[in-house]
C-alpha cells in the first residue's frame, strides 16, 4: 500500500531556516500537504500543492515537490519558537474520487531560542 | 465555534465498556473521516463517509463501528473497548476538490 516517510525529530535555532523532508510511495498521488500539530491540539492544514507544481510558497512556508523522485519538503523561513511542533505530510490520490489521506508518522521540530 | 467538534474531549472507561464518540461539523461538506492517533504510528484511518449512505472501512476498523446520523454528524463507536483502544481519536472533514481535510480538537481515550 502507499507509504509516507518523515525523519521524527528536527531541531533548529530560531531565526534560521527549518526544512522538513517526506517521501512518498504512491506515484498517483495527486494533492500532497503539511499539516501541523501543536501540543494538545488537532492538525492546522498549513498548505498543500497538487502533482502538477513543482513550488507553492505562502509567507514564511515554501513546499516543494519533485515528482520524479517522490520528495516533498516544507521550508520555514525565520523560525520562531510559536513553530515547535509536529509537521505531518501527507499524501492522497484521487482514484475512485476517493482523497483520502495517508499520513506519515511526524517530524518534531524544536525550536531552540 | 470550532469547525468541526468533537466530545468528548477527554474520557477514561472501563474495558469491556460500550462508549461513544461524536463528532459535527458546520462546514458543510459531505465527506467525514475518523483517525486514529498513537505516538510514533501517526494517524490511521478506522472509517469514512462520503454521504449519509455511505460508509466504508478504513485501515484499522475492527473493535470498532460508525452512525452517519446526518450530513453534519458522525459517531464512532466501541462495542467492547479493551486497553489497546486507548489513543487520541480525531474526526476530520473534507470536500470533494482534495484541498485538504480539517480536523477537529481531538478525543483523548484511555481505557483502563
Known amino acids: 500500500g502507499e507509504d509516507v516517510e518523515q525523519s521524527l525529530f528536527l531541531s533548529v535555532r530560531e531565526g534560521d531556516s527549518s526544512v522538513i523532508n517526506c517521501t512518498y510511495t504512491?506515484?498517483?498521488?495527486?494533492?500532497l500537504y503539511w499539516y501541523k500539530q501543536e501540543p494538545g491540539a488537532g492538525l492546522q492544514l498549513l498548505t498543500y500543492?497538487?502533482?502538477?507544481?513543482d513550488m507553492k510558497q505562502d509567507q514564511r512556508l515554501t513546499v516543494l515537490l519533485n515528482k520524479k523522485d517522490k520528495h516533498l519538503s516544507l521550508r520555514i523561513a525565520d523560525t520562531q519558537t510559536g513553530d515547535s511542533a509536529i509537521y505531518f505530510c501527507?499524501?492522497?490520490?484521487?482514484?475512485?474520487?476517493?482523497?483520502?489521506?495517508?499520513f506519515g508518522k511526524g517530524t518534531k521540530l524544536s525550536v531552540i531560542p | 465555534d470550532a469547525d468541526v467538534t468533537q466530545t468528548p474531549r477527554n474520557r477514561i472507561t472501563k474495558t469491556g465498556k460500550r462508549i461513544m464518540l461524536e463528532c459535527s461539523q458546520t462546514k458543510g461538506h459531505d465527506r467525514m473521516y475518523w483517525y486514529r492517533q498513537d505516538p510514533g504510528l501517526g494517524l490511521r484511518l478506522i472509517y469514512y463517509?462520503?454521504?449519509?449512505?455511505?460508509?466504508n472501512k478504513g485501515e484499522i476498523s475492527d473493535g470498532y463501528s460508525v452512525s452517519r446520523q446526518a450530513q453534519a454528524k458522525f459517531s464512532l463507536s466501541l462495542e467492547s473497548a479493551i486497553p489497546n483502544q486507548t489513543a487520541l481519536y480525531f474526526c476530520?472533514?473534507?470536500?470533494?476538490?482534495?484541498?485538504?481535510?480539517?480536523f477537529g480538537q481531538g478525543t483523548r481515550l484511555t481505557v483502563v
Open positions: 463517509s462520503f454521504d449519509v449512505k455511505d460508509i
Open positions: 504512491d506515484s498517483s498521488s495527486t494533492y
Open positions: 500543492i497538487f502533482s502538477n507544481m
Open positions: 501527507a499524501e492522497t490520490a484521487s482514484g475512485a474520487g476517493s482523497y483520502q489521506l495517508t
Open positions: 476530520a472533514t473534507s470536500d470533494f476538490g482534495g484541498k485538504g481535510a480539517f
